[in-house]
């Protein structure tokens, strides 16, 4: 009959005390959390140049980590938050304004109904739409980058990853309960899903952005770079991205008399700028691992509901790397019942058949 013995119970009894522990400061933090993930992001794509200015030009960690964490403010942070500030005022003038839009919307939206020949969005719905779009907008683009604190937080975790960037690498390695190898695989493919999570989907969504605003610019939209900044954003969505700006916008360049110019970016739109989306995956792909859509459909709903805004880039991170922990815990506990090549079973059944004399 099998049993704990005392030591197997402290143990159980340890572990528990720590998981609650763990559950209880998540759940308080919980709020910071963002602030933590834009520092690990941060640190991955500073450590190779750390270790560059530390190592071999023998610089001052805090120096080096100072001047790392001023340069991704400014090449980063800077521009993202200066584009969402602008989107937001825009947003802000279509709430405050919300009246006047829904109005015209309705006078565009019958006029298209009167010359398709049926109804396209009954006013009803129309109005829920403008009403769901006004509650949600306003906290999907300020949820992260408009809060001071998360940058603090993400800011002041990330100099000290980086200052005792080797002391903290050796004691994560110590600790780990995995193999050697499983936990050099585990860095190699979370260092690939971070690159192609936080550099991959924002850079590929700017060379579609860019490509969309020399079509406005050609076309003469109105407004060229406040389409191009909401066509980055959007971009960045699972399956429709980019056409959820210029397929309106072509429609309502249409509705609005300009029928050449609508025409134009509508072509434009999917013969160009669609182009330009799965050139540069496949010229990315060589450099950053690809990401699955479906990890990026479900990432983009699951992080955008936890994280705002940001979860676009951590939602498919989060579901990539519980993957990749399902197949490290398979390498490291599982033991694989079929190790015979594929095929090999039918060789067998082969020659075990019994001999029927001819």
Request: aromatic share 12%; charged share 15%.
């Amino acid at each position: 009959m099998s049993y704990l013995d005392n030591g197997r119970l402290k143990q159980i009894g340890f572990l528990l005390l720590i998981l609650f522990l763990a559950i209880l400061l998540f759940t308080k933090l919980y709020t910071y959390f963002p602030g933590f993930l834009g520092a690990v992001t941060f640190y991955v794509l500073c450590r190779k140049w750390m270790i560059r200015l530390t190592e071999e030009r023998k610089w001052n960690k805090g120096l080096a980590a100072a001047l790392l964490m001023l340069l991704t403010f400014l090449i980063i942070l800077l521009p993202v938050g200066a584009l969402i500030n602008m989107l937001s005022a825009k947003i802000s003038y279509a709430i405050n304004n919300s009246a006047e839009l829904i109005n015209q919307a309705k006078a565009l939206n019958n006029k298209l109904s009167h010359e398709i020949g049926f109804t396209i969005i009954t006013d009803a719905r129309l109005q829920k739409f403008s009403e769901t779009a006004t509650s949600f907008l306003p906290g999907f683009l300020g949820a992260t980058f408009n809060t001071l604190t998360t940058i603090a937080i993400l800011y002041f975790i990330l100099y000290f990853m980086l200052v005792n960037l080797r002391s903290m690498e050796l004691a994560i390695y110590e600790y780990i309960p995995l193999q050697d190898e499983n936990v050099e695989l585990l860095g190699r493919e979370f260092n690939k899903l971070v690159i192609a999570n936080a550099v991959g989907i924002p850079l590929i969504a700017l060379i579609q952005g860019v490509v969309s605003l020399v079509g406005y610019l050609i076309f003469g939209v109105p407004q060229p770079f406040f389409w191009f900044i909401v066509t980055c954003f959007t971009a960045m969505l699972p399956v429709i991205g980019a056409a959820a700006v210029y397929v309106p916008l072509g429609i309502y360049l249409m509705a609005a008399g300009n029928t050449f110019q609508g025409l134009a970016v509508l072509i434009y739109g999917f013969a160009i700028v669609g182009t330009s989306d799965n050139i540069s995956r496949f010229l990315l792909a060589k450099r950053i691992a690809d990401v699955h859509p479906l990890i990026t459909i479900f990432g983009v709903l699951i992080g955008v509901n936890l994280f705002g805004f940001i979860g676009l880039i951590f939602g498919p991170l989060l579901i990539s790397m519980f993957i990749l922990l399902l197949k490290i815990y398979s390498n490291e506990y599982l033991v694989k019942k079929r190790s015979a090549p594929a095929g090999s079973h039918k060789k067998l059944s082969v020659r075990n058949k019994p001999d029927d004399g001819k």
